[in-house]
């Protein structure tokens, strides 16, 4: 295996990334201001706000979603225990000491397992339950009959965006370990990382020029 610097991201990837997060930040923002847990914006500002953003999401996902089907790179987020247990135990242990992260990118493989597990967790799990729950509650005047059924689409709402600000909170973290947080950062700016590549690999990334390749120095 050699290190290689390749183009991982693509410009398709990094806009959706940054787009995400934006529209996410506003919704979690907006979506306090509607609870009543900060008041630095109206409630009728905030509700509309969050309405449109959520709206955008949406469409963002679905485009998303299409991309990923169309360009294999679905098969990043494939769950596997091959190294998983070895990631774990160093966020829960080894990153204290100092030890080296166990996995390093493959061409094949973006996403650590852990990552691949926790983001197929966030897209199957809390994207489609806060998307869910967020469209019955703005149609709640067609379908809602029964007395506690807002109270139950309110709650899953609620807690499903709680889960993905927890999931926000621990993705920052981990940008402040291991290498500096522009260096963990960089790579979804400019699309470029460190990857290892099997002779075979390399050998077909430069015959075919499928990805973008960096020499060295």
Known sequence: MSTR??????????????????LIFALLFTGLAVRGVHGMIGFDTAVTVHTWCAIALIALWLLAIFWHFTTGT????????????????????????????PYRKAYWRKHNP????????????????????GLLYLA??????AGGALGWVAAVHVLSAYAILA???????????????????????????????????????????????KDEG
């Open 74 to 101: 679905w098969r990043h987020y494939l769950p596997t225990t091959q190294g998983l247990w070895a990631v774990a135990r160093f966020y829960a242990w080894g990153i204290f000491r100092g030890e080296h992260h």
């Open 114 to 133: 852990l990552q691949a597990l926790a983001y197929l967790s966030l897209k199957l799990v809390l994207f489609p339950a806060v998307w869910l729950s």
């Open 140 to 145: 709640y005047n067609f379908w809602g009959t």
């Open 5 to 22: 610097i390749i183009m991982v991201y693509s410009r398709f990837e990094r806009f959706w990334h940054w787009t995400q997060m934006a």
């Open 167 to 213: 999931f926000v909170i621990a993705h920052i973290y981990l940008l402040t370990t291991g290498h500096s947080f522009a260096a963990h950062v960089k790579p979804m700016l400019t699309g470029y990382d460190e990857v290892d590549l099997t002779p075979a690999e390399e050998a077909y990334l430069r015959e075919s020029g499928a990805v973008a390749m």
